[in-house]
Structures are given as C-alpha cells and as structure tokens.
T-cell receptor, first 118, second 115 residues
Framework: AQKITQTQPGMFVQEKEAVTLDCTYDTSDQSYGLFWYKQPSSGEMIFLIYQGSYDEQNATEGRYSLNFQKARKSANLVISASQLGDSAMYFCAMRETYSGAGSYQLTFGKGTKLSVIP | DGGITQSPKYLFRKEGQNVTLSCEQNLNHDAMYWYRQDPGQGLRLIYYSQIVNDFQKGDIAEGYSVSREKKESFPLTVTSAQKNPTAFYLC??????????????FGPGTRLTVL
C-alpha cells in the first residue's frame, strides 16, 4: 500500500486565486512529520512547509498553509494568491519515526503538477 | 553560501559502462541521501548514509553503489548491472536528528541518459 497518495496528477489555477493540493498518508506511528516540496522545471527540490503529528495548529509559511486533518490522515497544501512562479511539481512527503529502511527516510508521493494561468 | 552541489548536470553513458555522480555538501550535515526520480514516480530512495564510513540500502539499491569516506561527499556509482539507469538523480542531506522534523536539503540534480 502506498504511504503517501497524491490523487491529482495535474491542477490548473487562475492567477491570484487560491488552490488546494491533496495529500493523504498511511502510517501506524504516533510521531511523524509531513513535508511539502516544490520542484520547478529546473529540477531542484525546494522545501515549503512542515507539519508535525503533534502540532495542534496548522502550519503556515507565507502564502503556504497546511490543512492538517489527523483523523482523516490528510495534509493538504493550500497556496493562496497564486502567482505564475508557482507553476511547478509539488510533492508531499512523510518521515516516520520508525521506517523500514531507517529512521531518516522520507517517503514521497508521486506529485501534482500545478499550472498557474494568467 | 552553504548548499549541495551535484555534478555533472547532464550525463550520457553507453550501455555497459559504469558512471559516478558527484555530490558535495558544505552544510556540516551528517546524513546524506541519493534519490532517483522517474516521470510519474516521485522520488525513490537508493542509498543513505547517517555517518562517515557507514551507509545503508534504500528501496531501490540494486545496480548502484556508494561510498562515504568524507562527511562532505557521497558519490553514487551507477553500475552496468542497473537495467534501466536513465533517470534524474537527486542528492540530499540533513542533520542527524532522531525526531520527525528533519528537513532534507536537495542538490540541483543530475540527469543521466543511457545511449
């Protein structure tokens, strides 16, 4: 079973509008972390936002916020006021405290390609 | 400026040849990682190292080898045993912290094409 599921292969959003990118996860750990990364066409992975499983507040970083629903095991990324530079691939990732290949492994979803329309 | 460098950016290889991808970091991180990215597949872990002279296999280690002789360097060799090596390879590093928040910093990647 996939540990990270991103069900939207591609999304379109009008410039200046908000967009939500979905991410659901599967873990039996109580302590885990959820990350979102942005990958522009250049290929480099850029860290956007982090949510810990024990964090009571939803994480926010500028125009990025994470809609964390622990009971539903979802960690959706919300981008407000979209800009043309937001066009990129977006990956959700999880770090479990005890993962099979070592406790420092990040497990990534397959990503969502976001296109911002002028 | 601190960061991770990968070289070369593009690499072409003939079938049957071994090739080594470079990864260097000056972030003073103990842990380093190699990922492979294929279209539509996301990132998959090849190898990781938590400390010098130690490394562990990830999910797709077959056909790859690594070394970690220095803290700053974690080269990846793609051997002729790797059946489908054409892919985008990303190197990352992080502090060695046993807690959920453990941001990984990524290099710019190397795109390997087998001719």
């Amino acid at each position: 079973a996939q540990k990270i599921t991103q069900t939207q292969p591609g999304m379109f959003v009008q410039e200046k509008e908000a967009v939500t990118l979905d991410c659901t996860y599967d873990t039996s750990d109580q302590s885990y972390g959820l990350f979102w990364y942005k990958q522009p066409s250049s290929g480099e992975m850029i860290f956007l936002i982090y949510q810990g499983s024990y964090d009571e507040q939803n994480a926010t970083e500028g125009r990025y916020s994470l809609n964390f629903q622990k009971a539903r095991k979802s960690a959706n990324l919300v981008i407000s006021a979209s800009q043309l530079g937001d066009s990129a691939m977006y990956f959700c990732a999880m770090r479990e405290t005890y993962s099979g290949a070592g406790s420092y492994q990040l497990t990534f979803g397959k990503g969502t390609k976001l296109s911002v329309i002028p | 400026d601190g960061g991770i460098t990968q070289s070369p950016k593009y690499l072409f290889r003939k079938e049957g040849q071994n090739v080594t991808l470079s990864c260097e970091q000056n972030l003073n991180h103990d842990a380093m990682y190699w990922y492979r990215q294929d279209p539509g597949q996301g990132l998959r872990l090849i190898y990781y190292s938590q400390i010098v002279n130690d490394f562990q296999k990830g999910d797709i280690a077959e056909g790859y080898s690594v070394s970690r002789e220095k803290k700053e360097s974690f080269p990846l060799t793609v051997t002729s045993a790797q059946k489908n090596p054409t892919a985008f390879y990303l190197c990352a590093s992080s502090a060695r912290q046993d807690r959920p928040y453990n941001e990984q910093f990524f290099g710019p990647g190397t795109r390997l094409t087998v001719l």
